[in-house]
DNA sequence: CGTCTATTTGAATGTACTCAAAAGCGGTGG
DNA sequence: CCACCGCTTTTGAGTACATTCAAATAGACG
């Protein structure tokens, strides 16, 4: 289990942050505490986004078919991380990919809306969220320099470095999904690993 | 040329947003004006970094160059744009990668320090930064998709279609590295495309 | 025209994919 | 406890796509 507890005030997910009593009963009012069974969809392909959701436990994927029918990982979500379609989500426009409950989670739901609020009446929070935001950002950057910079096999020996948590919670082919290869090359890749 | 001439107040560069008159003189105490040659680098690898450029006029590009030599191109920018090497920025660390002018630029240079200077005296910057910068994560994540849905030739036309005028300012093999693909594939590609 | 840089072409190679089939694993019910 | 089923991973053979290295053109500019 991750820092913050589904029991605690959803305050905690701003790990660091202090509040005042009313800044907490106002963040609490915002959030929804949901459990979400493995299998099911917290967002759809083509349905407005208007949601956003902080992990509490639990392992979460974002993900889009193409045009060949063909899965692709774009995100997974485990504890203390947010999981939504953010291009939707920041748009306010359809979903291009949906969302879904891979282990059984614990979660805090928040609208758009809300959020909104949130930042607006309580600006640290805003100011938490880009900081945030930026060390997601850089991760992605770092994401497209694998794919730019490494083979297959170079990619999954650092995805494994780089989230150790997540590999384990995961079916291997959430993962070549993830590195952009099929599952029968991930099987050769980690073959000829463990041979050496 | 782009919506902000390098002439006007630095304060142009949020567009959208209005300030009053001591808002713009802060604004533009802090941004320096810089012009760049062709071939100049603004940010070294390995360097520490903590500057941040708004593009004016030109065209710059940020790479990385692995073990084996090869570049790597991350981003392109143009006029309108920001451009800096945000995994070190953000974090005050060493330069993963390089920015250099590929078209002779006009540049407004914020330093860290600064930008969060005015983040703390006009907030309202901080929330248009936060859009923006929820606008290019956005555009990271549809371009990891393009690396794991398209094959090499998809991903070029997807380029073209999403920045012409980037594809008019920059040399083939630029574009190759940005793809991740060779120069030489990506003129067969080319052909290939001119053929049908 | 000559030089430097950028692009194209060719042939051989390599990496990852496709499709099909087999093996492994985990749970359920008899 | 074993047999069966569904799901996941592995293996194999053939193929496709992109790379490598080397050489030939094409363009830009003085």
Redo the contacts with the bound molecule.
């Keep these: 289990m991750g820092k913050v507890k589904i029991h605690e005030p959803a305050s905690a997910i701003f790990e660091g942050l202090s509040f005042t009593r009313e800044e907490i009963i106002l963040i609490e009012s915002k959030f929804e505490r949901v459990t979400a069974k493995k299998g099911e969809r917290l967002i759809d392909f083509n349905t407005i986004v208007d949601k956003q959701y902080f992990i509490v436990s639990g392992c979460l994927r974002s993900f889009h078919i193409d045009s060949n029918g063909r899965e692709h990982t774009i995100q997974f979500g485990i504890e203390d991380w947010w999981i939504s379609d953010y291009t939707a989500f920041f748009s306010a426009g359809k979903a291009l990919m949906s969302v879904e409950v891979i282990q059984d989670a614990e979660l805090f739901e928040i609208t758009k809306k809300d959020r909104d609020h949130l930042y607006k009446h309580i600006p640290k929070i805003e100011v938490y969220v880009r900081g945030k935001l930026e060390t997601a950002f850089a991760s992605f950057q770092k994401r497209i320099l694998s794919y730019l910079s490494l ?3 170079a990619r999954y020996l650092n995805f494994v470095k780089s989230y150790p948590q997540i590999e384990q919670s995961v ?3 959430h993962i070549a999904s993830y590195l ?9 890749i ?2 000829e690993i463990a041979q050496a």
Tied chains: 1, 2.
Excluded: D, P, Q, V
């Design positions: 083979n297959a096999s079916k291997n082919y952009g290869i099929t599952t029968e090359s991930l099987s050769r980690r073959k």
